[in-house]
């Protein structure tokens, strides 16, 4: 386990060293604050669940951008080479750079504390829904994360590692959305599948076991599947 | 230290190792030498646990590298080709990040380091950004990584390739001292490489063995004839009959360039012929002016190895 950490502080470090972190961090922070101020002032409603709701595009669009690198880049390097004939075990590899990526999400949410002081100052907002919302924001996070992490174990291209994580995201998040409304076992299968649904429910400031299930199982299941990715070269 | 027990390694349709065998002994020295794409970088990669082998088997210090992965590569200190390096990271912090991840314990790590960097000699470049390094500091630390948990096998890939020439002397005195302590295989194509630093060559051609054994015993069975050349003051003619009807001898060449000229006597391989040809010339009143065994290099027997394998295999 101590090399999950060593790995943990090497990718965050990588982060930090590089441009990545700020303009991930700077980006976010510009559209979330836009949404905010637009729901703000369109609801006039002293909660978050409305300018959250449009942040999770923005996070579906962003988190890819935090994870493209983490094995792409390696993989183009060659670093992965040396890295992988270290002592350490895949899963430890794998782990490592799940939690310094999500580490980095978890970074990037918390200047939207801002808002809630905001929210305090100017009228009395419902601060358990807030909460609740952002233990939702984390654990979709953790899911975002993961897809990410998978997406980049099976290529050498950050680009494409980028460009088909984020379209998967927006899929995930879609047919939750498109299929909101429907009957029947076909739409309330997408509906499960989908990203959506769940995240509502803890914006509403309901912390649900069903939705912390769903979350947190498909985060441990892709981990998973990224590892066999990982070791899947001492098959071949 | 390592052995390799009929070893294969198949791309689709290719076998890139193809059924070799060989053992290295500890503290030994042993060069993989082989035109591109003969397949050292596939077997180290397998000796290294980075990939599987196709069939066969491989232990290093004791353990097998498909079943007993991590213990192998505890004991493995391993430069992969090209030296890929994380360019963000100071030369001090990567050797530190990797001795971590290497299990050095606390306590040692910072003495171990600080070894490595003496060893190596980048104690000028400790505290720089690797992506800034030069090529022969990049591969420098590449081998500091290697050093760094103290293994018993280092395996290097290429060690010296696309360095210059001081550069070339500086890793290959390295490696040289490295091997007083540390059972080493390394990989090149150039060849007197090997010659200079290695105590066994084997020589790998297509995925298979083709020779093994000590550079020099490699030079003198592949001898083909017994070389000497010369350069005589004279009178060629004669002195060149003379040479002609020395025992053993079985071919004189002869440039006549007036007074002087020069000889290349072609004789049985396990003669040595120079005393004779030394009186033969005194007789004919020729002047030596030079005489030296023609050296058979490592180049040439490379050269006439793979060449037959390819009139075999066409």
């Known amino acids: 386990m101590t090399s999950v950490s060593t790995i943990f502080q090497r990718e965050i470090n990588a982060y930090f060293l590089s441009p990545v972190a700020y303009v991930v961090i700077a980006v976010f922070m510009v559209f979330s604050g836009y949404f905010f101020s637009i729901m703000l002032g369109i609801t006039q409603e002293t909660t978050l669940r409305y300018s959250l709701a449009y942040t999770q595009f923005i996070l579906s669009i962003l988190t890819p951008v935090i994870t493209m690198r983490l094995f792409a880049e390696e993989n183009k390097t060659g670093t992965i080479e040396p890295l992988m004939t270290a002592p350490v075990t895949d899963f430890e590899v794998v782990f490592g750079k799940f939690l310094a990526a999500w580490a980095l999400y978890s970074v990037m949410v918390v200047p939207t504390a801002f808002y809630i002081i905001f929210l305090a100052w100017t009228g009395n907002p419902d601060y358990g829904a807030i909460v609740a919302s952002y233990i939702g924001l984390i654990l979709m996070g953790g899911l975002f994360v993961s897809i990410g992490l998978l997406v980049s174990a099976v290529t050498k291209n950050q680009i494409v590692a980028g460009v088909i994580g984020i379209v998967a995201l927006l899929i995930l998040l879609v047919i939750g959305l498109a299929s909101s409304g429907g009957e029947g076992w076909f739409y309330n299968g997408l509906r499960y599948i989908g990203t959506y649904d769940h995240w509502d429910t803890f914006t509403k400031g309901i912390v649900d076991t069903r939705d912390v299930v769903y979350y947190v199982s498909f985060t441990a299941l892709l981990i998973f599947v990224v590892v066999r990715i990982v070791e899947s070269r001492r098959w071949r | ?242 040479l002609s009807s020395i025992n053993g001898v079985t071919k004189v060449v002869w440039h006549d360039r007036g007074e002087i000229g020069n000889y290349t006597v072609e004789a049985e391989k396990s003669m040595d012929i120079r005393e004779d040809i030394f009186s033969t010339v005194i007789k004919n009143n020729g002047i030596i002016r030079e005489m030296k065994q023609a050296p058979i290099t490592l180049e040439e027997i490379f050269h006439q190895i793979t060449m037959q394998e390819q009139e075999v295999t066409a």
């Open chain 2, 1 to 242: 230290m390592i052995k390799v027990d009929h070893l294969s390694k198949r791309y689709a349709e290719v076998y890139a190792v193809d059924n070799i065998s060989f053992e290295v002994n500890q503290g030994e020295i042993l060069g993989l030498l082989g035109p591109n794409g003969a397949g050292k970088t596939t077997t180290m990669r397998i000796l290294t646990c980075y990939m599987p082998a196709t069939s066969g088997t491989a232990t290093v210090a004791g353990y097998d590298v498909f079943r007993d992965s991590i213990n192998v590569r505890k004991q493995i200190g391993y430069l992969p080709e090209n030296v890929p390096l994380y360019p963000e990271m100071r030369v001090k912090e990567y050797l530190s990040f990797r001795a971590k991840l290497k299990k050095v314990p606390y306590r040692e790590r910072k003495l171990k380091i600080a070894e490595c960097i003496e060893k190596c000699r980048i104690k000028e470049v400790q505290n720089q950004i690797v992506g800034t390094l030069s090529k022969g500091y990049r591969q420098r630390v590449g081998l500091a990584d290697t050093l760094v948990h103290d293994p018993k096998i280092l395996i290097l890939d290429e060690p010296t390739i696309g360095l210059d020439p001081n550069q070339i002397r500086q890793v290959r005195q390295l490696i040289k001292e490295l091997g007083e302590k540390h059972t080493i295989l390394l990989s090149t194509h150039i060849l007197p490489e090997v010659e200079i630093i290695c105590g066994r060559v084997i020589i790998i051609n297509k995925g298979k063995i083709v020779a093994m054994d000590t550079p020099a015993n490699l030079a003198t069975q592949l001898r083909g004839g017994n070389n000497v050349i010369l350069e005589v003051r004279g009178n060629g003619e004669n002195i060149k009959n003379a």
